[in-house]
């Protein structure tokens, strides 16, 4: 009998294959051809049929499909332990965003991969899903180092490191999947970032070009309780409706988090196949809460596991993450049953594969797919003894107690990226040290950024610079009639009228000079031109007086002025001040023309704290000469309006409420 020829036999192994079936072969054997593998099966047949060309010994050693990172960012390598123990927007707006937008190069990006590589290797992951910036370089550097991967090109409504707009991520995510498609190892994608980082448009646009080039589509989905609120505040329903109403699931969608999604979204991202990616540390780092992993499973959908970027995690360890996948759905199940070893390591190997929408080539030891496979010893002193009983107790065993510096040897489409835990060709101390000097000017540009408030509110963007002086007297009242009655007095010519309630949150800073930042919810009470609303606004008021004129009028510099599109609890966490004062009054504005010149004029109440009344007149002004002339006319509009001199403030309410605050 003539034998076939294949090009390596692995022999001697105790084979889990994760197929349909889990056919387990012990003492099995595993004959690969090229790239492919021919058979698996018991090792005495193998041996027989086949004539190899190279024998490998496997010595007993576990044999089993390579572990599928179902979803990272791996050029983040560079950003782990940056920023740490922060709520999810305060870490990505805050922090991750503005120093990607600072540092994040081709260079970045394949030294980062480089480093995410081999620490995948090195715990035996195979193949992984990335999104990031520069897809490019994190699919040519992957690709040398000989893993596979999904490659996913980021596009959101932000300006990225790679795009200042989301038309320029969107080309170039076409380009890279002309570029890819077809290449044996990186399967070339597009990233909507998320629904609340991407517009309608992005949403509709990405799916159609994935259509197109019938790629997989990669997002991150429902991964906070905020994110559902939002979307059913501002659509009108929660984010997998959302989505599908955008036609995001004509792709082959690769759904990150999914953490908040109830039984009627399980049930639509099956009916669209969507795979779904489960970041158990990353979800219960960012306390993000806890995925319905037991009834996506039950549901029949195809959920892989995966790390996350390495700066929420903070590693590629995909051992761990099997072992937190297992533990966390027992826990919130309230059931030790739930999701065994077995399903749990499933996930990790062949949902995973289906979930990336690789099934066909990998996540099982099979004839026909690609020959990525580990090599695992359980027979160290933290994994012994070996029971064999029950043929679960070996998904037990690497579930349980197994770690991913147990993984001896890993091989991609049919090529060893690891051998007896060495690897080649790349020097792991040079890239250690140079993803040190990264940190090293990361770490100096975060510090002269945290030295000012103004450059931390630059950073978060989309922020209108706005530098203005501004003329203003204020006096104290005991009584608002004199006030009310002399703007109706024909000298007055009202220009506007405003009635507010005001909310204002001081947040100040050990040092001084670094001004005061407010924030400041403006109600409506009046329905205006505008009807009944709240603005929220926040604006870096200088630190020090510019100047003061006679009479106790003063020039003051507001640095800067932005709408606020976080909340006070994101700027809280971000700008964290040493002391926050809060201020709550009724606001009266009149925009006046006095005797040729424009004032506001304010007449507050001050009710928390309960401090009475005010008047106040403002005018913004551009020169000294300006300043001057405003200052004079400040005063005598300010005696026109009846308010007594006596009660001239020189300082402003900040300041008073500070002092009526007793000391403690
Ligand atoms: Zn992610």
């Not at 910036?133 to 699919?139: G, I, L």
């Not at 309608?200 to 589509?217: C, G």
């Not at 966490?573 to 809060?582: C, H, K």
Request: proline share 5%; with cysteine; hydrophobic share 40%.
């Amino acid at each position: 009998m003539t034998r076939e020829t294949v090009d390596i036999l692995l022999k001697n192994a105790s084979i889990l294959t994760l197929d349909e079936d889990f056919h387990q072969y012990d003492p099995g054997a595993l004959a690969i051809k090229g790239d492919t593998i021919v058979e698996t099966g018991p090792g005495i047949d193998l041996v027989d049929k086949y004539e190899a060309r190279e024998i490998f010994d496997c010595g007993g050693l576990v044999m089993m499909p390579g572990l599928i990172n179902a979803h990272t960012h791996v050029p983040m390598t560079l950003l782990r332990g940056l920023a740490d123990d922060l709520r999810l927007d305060v870490w990505l707006l805050g922090f991750m965003m503005p120093v990607e937008r600072e540092f994040v190069s081709p260079d970045f990006v394949t030294l980062g991969t480089k480093i995410a590589c081999l620490e995948m290797i090195r715990s035996g992951i195979t193949c992984f899903a990335d999104m990031y910036y520069f897809e490019e370089y994190v699919a040519r550097t992957t690709a040398e180092i000989g893993l596979r991967a999904v490659c996913s090109q980021t596009v959101m409504k932000f300006p990225t490191p790679d795009a200042d707009f989301y038309e320029e991520s969107l080309l170039a995510a076409r380009d890279f999947i002309e570029r890819w498609k077809g290449n044996p190892l990186i399967m070339p994608s597009v990233a909507p970032h998320a629904p609340y980082t991407c517009t309608e448009e992005i949403l509709r646009a990405t799916a159609e070009l994935a259509v197109e080039y019938d790629v997989p589509l990669h997002t991150h989905l429902a991964e906070t309780a905020s994110e559902v609120e939002n979307s059913i505040r501002d659509h009108g329903m929660s984010v997998v409706p959302y989505v599908k109403t955008n036609h995001l699931f004509d792709a082959k969608v690769l759904a990150a988090h999914c953490v908040h999604v109830d039984e009627s979204e399980i049930h639509t991202l099956l009916q669209h196949r969507a795979g779904v990616a489960h970041n158990p540390s990353s979800n219960l780092k960012l306390a993000s809460g806890y995925a319905p992993v037991g009834k996506m499973i039950e549901a029949g959908l195809n959920v892989g596991i995966g790390t996350d970027g390495p700066a929420s995690n903070n590693d590629l360890d995909m051992f761990e993450e099997v072992r937190l996948a297992a533990f966390l759905a027992k826990s919130v199940a309230n059931d030790p049953t739930a999701l065994p070893a077995r399903t749990s390591l499933a996930m990790a190997t062949c949902l995973g594969a289906k979930a990336l929408h690789l099934g066909e080539l990998t996540g099982s030891l099979k004839a026909g797919k690609r020959a990525d496979l580990i090599l695992v010893d359980v027979s160290r002193l933290h994994n012994s003894p070996r029971f064999r009983r029950d043929p679960n107790n070996l998904y037990a065993q690497l579930v349980y107690a197994g770690k991913s510096t147990d993984v001896r040897d890993v091989m991609v489409n049919g090529r060893w990226l690891m051998r007896d835990r060495l690897l080649t060709g790349l020097d792991e101390a040079e890239l250690v040290q140079q993803a040190q000097e990264y940190a090293r000017k990361i770490d100096l540009f975060l510090i002269q950024r945290e030295k000012s408030v103004f450059s931390k509110l630059i950073a978060i963007g989309k922020t209108i610079e706005e530098e203005s002086f501004e003329v203003q007297a204020k006096v104290r009242l005991p009584d608002p009639a004199p006030v009310l009655s002399s703007i109706k007095r024909p000298e007055i010519e009202v220009l506007r009228y405003r009635h507010y309630h005001e909310f204002d949150t001081y947040f100040l800073f050990s040092d001084p000079k670094l001004g005061t930042l407010r924030y400041r919810e403006d109600e409506f009470i009046e329905t205006g031109e505008h009807g009944n609303q709240a603005r929220y606004r926040l604006t870096l008021i200088g630190p020090a007086r510019e100047h003061k004129f006679p009479s106790d009028v003063l020039l003051s510099r507001s640095r800067y002025l932005a709408p606020a599109m976080y909340s006070l609890r994101f700027y809280r966490e971000y700008f964290n001040p040493v002391t926050e004062i809060s201020i709550e009054k009724d606001r009266r504005r009149w925009r006046v023309l006095f005797r040729g010149t424009e004032f506001y004029i304010n007449l507050d109440r001050l009710d928390q704290p309960n401090l009475g009344y005010f008047v106040e007149v403002k005018s913004r002004t551009w020169s000294r000469s300006d300043a001057e002339h405003k200052a004079s006319m400040a005063v005598e509009l300010l005696e026109f309006l009846g308010a007594s001199l006596e009660g001239r403030l020189t300082k402003d309410y900040l300041e008073m409420v500070q002092e009526s605050i007793p000391n403690p």
